[in-house]
Each structure stands twice: as structure tokens, then as C-alpha cells.
């Protein structure tokens, strides 16, 4: 009987996560505008800091990596204020994270005692961040890293200027200082996603993301799963699209942000502030965890 009570679950669970993802505004179809650009100047510069020249030769060489000029381009328009956090404390979306719960109640009390973080606060971030690890991204993370990291190169980035000017609200001053602002944080992040794919043995080629190439169930950008991701099903490698990996990984983030049991209000809004940075996304994380408890 509880096997069945376990399937039923199961397939409640998967069909209000599909309704969801369905209904999600952020459903829409991606794509890539092919600059035919080789990345030269990118590989160089990854090869002087102490990349193997051959890996990254091969990596570059295989065809599959273009210059995004769509992905890049939502760099320029997108506004935090504009995504729509209302669609989330719905009834639909509150049991959907509650059976959630259920199924990963295991995983979910363990990182909660290793690591002191509520484990209503953990499934409100992977509510938000992936429908409940449904909606990963269909962005490849190696396109849209390397895109925008070779904006560092004047030539590219005059004919992105060029593929974005009328639709854009920024002048090209702006538009200049913006570039080298994100071209400086992804290529950051580019070494971080080489050094993850390396030591995990993933081919980098094969990873999609959000188009600001976050990766996986809780969506870490590279640098922060060299820091904070971890193995939570022990099974000797780091893989974020496993429940129980993206369940231990977001809290040993919050843990080394500062949350503890008992953390003050001021303190937990600065502690997920760490995670995304937008009023907008604290409020709707504290009042989905308030849901989760009630």
C-alpha cells in the first residue's frame, strides 16, 4: 500500500510541475543569431592564463560553439522588476512544493541538520529558480559564456552594438560600460564552467542553462559551484540536475552566507539577497517559506 501511495505521489507531483511549467510566462522558444566568429581572441586569452591549449582547441574547433547574439542581447533588456514573482505563491505552486517535500523528505531533513537551513527555505528556492527542477534552461552554458566573455573584443562587440541598437534604451556609452562590466563577469564565470566540466569530466559542450548561463535544479552560475556545490547523494561527483545534490548544494550556500536556526529577519533578506540580489525575489522566497511552514 505505501508503495502505491509513493507512485500516486509521484504522478501528482510530476503533473502539477508540468501544469506549471506550462503555464510559466518564461515558456518560450530559444535560439542563436551565428556571428561567425571563431573566438580567437578568447582562446588566446584562456590559453595565457593557464588552460591547456590543446583542450580548448578542441573544444572551440568542434562547430557547435557560435557567437549568441539573441542570448547575449537579453544582457541589455532584461529587467529583474519585470519577472513575474507573483505567479508563484499560488495554490498550485504551494502544493506542488509541498509534495515536493514529501518525495524529497529524506534529502531535505539531512541538509537541514548538516547544514541548519530550513528545508522550507531550501524548496522555495528551487520553486523559484526551476519549477521544482523542471525549467533548467535551454541556453547552451558554453555559447552564452563565451559570447558574452568576447565582448572584449572591440570588433564583436560594435556588431552586437549594431544588432541591438534600436531595441535598446541604453546609449552606446552606456551600452560600452555595460559590456565591459558583463564581459569581465563571464569570462570569469567561463574559467569557473571549464574548471567544473574538467574535474567532473563533463563535456562542456553537452551543459544548457538559463540564458545568463545558470546551471541546473537551483541555477549556480560556475563560480558558485566551484565554491558551494556539493555531493549530496555521495555518489562521487557534483551533478546539479540530481535532487539531492542541488538540495545539500543551496545549503551549504545559505550556511556559508551566514544563515543559521534561529537567524533574525534583517539577517535571512541579507543571507538570500547573496543569491539573487532583487527585493522582488527576497519577499517572494520569505512568503513562499512562510507558505511551506503554515
Known amino acids: 500500500m505505501s508503495h502505491v501511495l ?19 510566462p518564461q515558456n518560450r522558444e530559444m535560439g542563436s543569431i551565428d556571428f561567425n566568429y571563431d573566438f580567437g581572441l578568447l582562446q588566446e586569452k584562456l590559453v595565457s592564463e593557464g588552460f591547456d591549449r590543446q583542450r580548448i582547441t578542441k573544444i572551440y574547433r568542434r562547430g557547435n560553439v557560435n557567437f549568441d547574439a539573441r542570448g547575449v542581447s ?22 506542488g512544493a509541498k509534495l515536493y517535500m514529501r518525495i524529497y523528505e529524506s534529502e531535505l531533513y539531512k541538509a537541514q541538520e548538516k547544514y541548519g537551513v530550513d528545508r522550507e527555505l531550501i524548496t522555495a528556492i528551487i520553486l523559484v529558480e526551476s ?26 562587440r560594435n ?46 559542450l553537452t551543459i544548457n542553462g538559463s540564458y545568463a548561463g545558470a546551471i541546473g535544479i537551483p541555477q549556480f552560475v560556475p ?18 540536475n540530481d535532487n539531492a545534490d542541488a538540495i545539500a548544494s543551496i545549503a551549504n550556500f545559505l550556511k556559508n552566507c551566514g544563515w543559521h536556526k534561529g537567524v533574525n529577519d534583517k539577517k535571512a533578506r541579507w543571507v538570500i539577497r547573496q543569491y539573487n540580489p532583487s527585493g ?9 517559506t512562510a507558505m511551506l511552514k503554515g
Open 6 to 24: 509513493l507512485y500516486l505521489k509521484r504522478f501528482i507531483f510530476i503533473l502539477s510541475v508540468l501544469l506549471l511549467t506550462i503555464l510559466s
Open 74 to 95: 537579453l544582457f541589455f533588456v532584461h529587467r529583474e522588476s519585470n519577472v513575474n514573482y507573483k505567479q508563484y505563491p499560488k495554490n498550485l505552486s504551494i502544493a
Open 131 to 156: 519549477k521544482l527542477g523542471k525549467t533548467v534552461g535551454k541556453w547552451p552554458v558554453l555559447n552564452t559564456l563565451s559570447s558574452m566573455a568576447s565582448l572584449f573584443d572591440s570588433d564583436i
Open 159 to 204: 556588431r552586437l552594438w549594431e544588432y541591438i541598437s534600436d531595441s535598446t534604451i541604453l546609449s552606446l556609452d552606456n551600452f560600452e560600460k555595460k559590456a565591459a562590466k558583463k564581459s569581465n563577469w563571464a569570462y570569469n564565470e567561463l574559467r569557473s564552467f571549464l574548471k567544473y566540466t574538467e574535474k567532473e569530466k563533463i563535456d562542456p
Open 223 to 240: 563560480s558558485n559551484i566551484i565554491r558551494y556545490a556539493v555531493d549530496g547523494n555521495m555518489d562521487g561527483r557534483v551533478d546539479l
Open 280 to 288: 522582488y525575489y527576497v519577499n517572494t522566497i520569505l512568503n513562499i
